[in-house]
Structures are given as C-alpha cells and as structure tokens.
T-cell receptor
C-alpha cells in the first residue's frame, strides 16, 4: 500500500522567511503526488501535483515542490512566507486508480 | 469554486441513531468521494463512487454505507452512529479520475456523536 509521511505536525516561520514542509512517500511504483492546502473551516484546495512530467513542480500562491526519487521525497517550499499562507498542508499519494492517501498534515504558523 | 455543497454543515446526534449526510454537486463530475478528517490521521477515504449506482469501499468503510442514485448526489449513511464516528466529513468530486484529474472538496460536515 502507498503511504506518505509528513515530518512535523507544526512548522513556525516568520513572515518573509523560507517555508519548507517535508513529505516522504512509500511506493513500489512511480507515484503520483499531491500537495493540498486547507484554510480554517474550509475544504482542501489543490496546490500542485507531480505526475512525472517534470521533477520540479510549480503550484499556486508561489509554492513549488521537487520530486526526488533517490530520497523518496516531495518537499513543499516557498521562498518568502506571507501571513496568508497560515493553513494546514497535506501531502497525498495516489493509490490505485482514483484514490488518494493523505499524510497527517502539517500546520504552518506565520508570525509577523 | 467547484459547485459542491454538503448538508447539514453541523450535526449533533446520539449514539445508536441513524445519520445521513448529503453531498450535492452541480459540475456533472463522474467521481465522488467521502473522506473523514481526524486529528493525527489526516483525511481517510470512506467510500467512493465512479458512476450512478457504482460505489466501492475505501480505507475506513466499516460502519458506513453510501448510495448514488443520481449523478449529482452522493449520500453517506451511518446506520447506527457511534462516538468513534465523531469527525469532520468531506465530500470530493473528480471529473475523470486518475492523477491528471483534480479532486475538488466540499466545505465539510462536522458531526458529533454523543
């Protein structure tokens, strides 16, 4: 079965600092990977997805993620955090056709 | 925003009572999903549907049943609610399925079972 591990349930950064949210996957086949964001009291919204077309994937709101097969990682980064980035972020892997398996989430806190 | 609504948005019920949650979409998407979200577990798939009357189990399907009699509606039923089913439930839809097709999420239903 596919799985993803998100290191750190909470990450705190200052406004303007680099954001790095970690995700490692476990998959026996080339995976399809996703990052979703959840703002308070809302559903999830897709940030970006990796489907093997390119290892560096750019998403919305200035986020990007790099697929590294040798490290089985798909970490999410943003060069400069903004207060509006405060949310919970979920990494997910596709398991079989149609189904997503989510990580446990990382809450990003941004301080002024 | 994708046209997905969930009803009710909040519900408090007692152990042993039946509960039905509704997901309604206006996008005519083929695939629909029910997830539950719990602290420390992320989102876990309960059931999904790949067409009218076509459904399958997800990771945590015990104690839940679903029905889809129309493209636009996907119902999740807890036949006899238990406290362990206290959670936030999210519906999602997908047009074609697979990694090239994005899943769009509804606003969620917060269910409390006393």
């Amino acid at each position: 079965a596919q799985s993803v591990t998100q290191l750190g349930s909470h990450v705190s950064v200052s406004e303007g600092a680099l954001v790095l949210l970690r995700c490692n996957y476990s998959s026996s086949v080339p995976p399809y990977l996703f990052w979703y964001v959840q703002y308070p009291n809302q559903g999830l919204q897709l940030l970006l997805k990796y489907t093997s077309a390119a290892t560096l994937v750019k998403g919305i709101n200035g986020f990007e993620a790099e697929f590294k097969k040798s490290e089985t990682s798909f970490h999410l980064t943003k060069p400069s955090a903004h207060m509006s980035d405060a949310a919970e972020y979920f990494c997910a892997v596709e398991e079989g056709f149609q189904k997503l398996v989510f990580g446990t989430g990382t809450r990003l806190l941004v301080s002024p | 925003d994708a046209g997905i609504t969930q009803s009710p948005r909040h519900k408090v019920t007692e152990t042993g009572t039946p509960v039905t949650l509704r997901c309604h979409q206006t996008e005519n998407h083929r695939y629909m999903y029910w997830y539950r979200q719990d602290p420390g577990h992320g989102l876990r798939l309960i059931h999904y549907s790949y067409g009218v009357k076509d459904t399958d189990k997800g990771e945590v399907s015990d104690g839940y049943s679903v029905s889809r009699s129309k493209t636009e509606d996907f119902l999740l039923t807890l036949e006899s609610a238990t406290s362990s089913q206290t959670s936030v439930y999210f519906c999602a839809i997908s047009e074609a399925g697979g990694p090239l097709s994005e899943q769009f999420f509804g606003p969620g239903t917060r269910l409390t079972v006393l």
